[in-house]
């Protein structure tokens, strides 16, 4: 039996979005802790830590750690991304944002998703 896909696309195009997917896992996964101040989201928002206040009380740390990370990776010395499309850039940037932001457990249930 063969199977194809039931849309046309290039080949390319095709392996490109299963490496971006790919890439997205591994850097949520090795950034979702990146810069982590070793307390709690709550006790961020309860004293007012900038981070806190910089993200509105919303999933501080979460965010921090996708900012940060994003922050290191437009080094020039850090930019293993430079040669990708910018489109894939922007593709694997948001979906490492809801990634990273999905694992405050606190927003998990809530639906809201971007924290």
């Known amino acids: 039996m063969n199977i194809r896909p039931t849309f046309r696309s290039p080949p390319q195009l095709i ?3 299963c490496l971006t997917g790919v890439l997205t896992m591994y850097l949520s996964a090795i950034i ?5 101040k070793g307390v709690n989201n709550d006790y961020l ?3 007012q830590d900038p981070l806190a206040l910089r993200y509105n ?3 501080p ?3 921090h750690h996708v900012s940060a990370t994003w922050i290191l990776l437009k080094e020039d010395r ?13 593709v694997l940037r948001k979906q490492i944002i ?5 694992t405050d ?3 998990a249930g809530s639906g809201r998703g971007s924290g």
């Not at 979702?32 to 982590?36: E, L």
């Open 45 to 47: 928002v309860k004293v």
């Open 78 to 90: 850090c930019n293993f991304l430079r040669k990708m499309p910018q489109k894939a850039i922007e």
């Open 32 to 36: 979702h802790d990146y810069g982590h």
């Open 61 to 63: 740390m979460e965010n």
């Open 57 to 59: 009380d919303r999933s």
């Open 15 to 17: 392996a490109l979005i």
């Open 98 to 102: 809801d990634m990273v932001l999905a």
């Open 105 to 107: 457990m606190k927003q």
